[in-house]
T-cell receptor, first 112, second 114 residues
Framework: AQSVSQHNHHVILSEAASLELGCNYS??????LFWYVQYPGQHLQLLLK??????LVKGIKGFEAEFIKSKFSFNLRKPSVQWSDTAEYFC??????????FGKGTSLLVTP | DAGVIQSPRHEVTEMGQEVTLRCKPI?????LFWYRQTMMRGLELLIY????????DSGMPEDRFSAKMPNASFSTLKIQPSEPRDSAVYFC????????????FGPGTRLTVL
């Protein structure tokens, strides 16, 4: 089973700033990692996922994440954020069964 | 595909009343999850099923909460009696065991208990 921890709970950025949200996972065998996004008033949606292969994963809306095994990290990045990226972001990894362990979430506010 | 379907989308009830939330998973998915989300506690896994069988209900807060999955296309989460502290958004999600645990979430039910 893997647990995940997210370092930043609240992030405020101006439009066009670069974004990096931290996620660390605990070692637990096969690594499957996810980033989900929850826009205000909506449900969680998958941003991107890593199962194997290229450690640089590209997702929707210009987001990407890099799996760095030596650092047990899977940080989410975006070169230039927009106001519409205001949302809560969750990192997740499978537990010992069929469920996912979600991080506590990072609330991102992008100001005009 | 219609995605995960939840009903009702909003529910307002009075303390002591029974509340039933409903979920239809994505066709072909064999795992179903119930979550609760509040500002104070964030996203909490309440219970999940695999092939209609409850696998882990350790997140169910107390005996007032119960969940069933009578078949592969339907699940209910019941709160009886409801209390104001049960006010939250309840999400249902489903996944396929062949899909590396990737979960697909429904739109949620916003429950308000007065």
């Amino acid at each position: 089973a893997q647990s995940v921890s997210q370092h930043n709970h609240h992030v405020i950025l101006s439009e066009a700033a670069s974004l990096e949200l931290g996620c660390n996972y605990s070692y637990g065998g096969t690594v499957n990692l996810f980033w989900y996004v929850q826009y205000p008033g909506q449900h969680l949606q998958l941003l991107l996922k890593y199962f194997s292969g290229d450690p640089l994963v590209k997702g929707i809306k210009g987001f990407e994440a890099e799996f760095i095994k030596s650092k047990f990290s899977f940080n989410l990045r975006k070169p230039s954020v927009q106001w519409s990226d205001t949302a809560e972001y969750f990192c997740a990894a499978p537990n010992s069964g069929y469920a996912l362990n979600f991080g506590k979430g990072t609330s991102l506010l992008v100001t005009p | 595909d219609a995605g995960v379907i939840q009903s009702p989308r909003h529910e307002v009830t009075e303390m002591g009343q029974e509340v039933t939330l409903r979920c239809k998973p994505i066709s072909g998915h064999n795992s179903l999850f119930w979550y609760r989300q509040t500002m104070m506690r964030g996203l909490e896994l309440l219970i999940y099923f695999n092939n209609n069988v409850p696998i882990d209900d350790s997140g169910m807060p107390e005996d007032r909460f119960s969940a069933k999955m009578p078949n592969a296309s339907f699940s209910t989460l019941k709160i009886q009696p409801s209390e104001p502290r049960d006010s939250a958004v309840y999400f249902c999600a489903s996944s396929s065991t062949s899909g590396y645990n990737e979960q697909f979430f429904g739109p949620g039910t916003r429950l308000t208990v007065l």
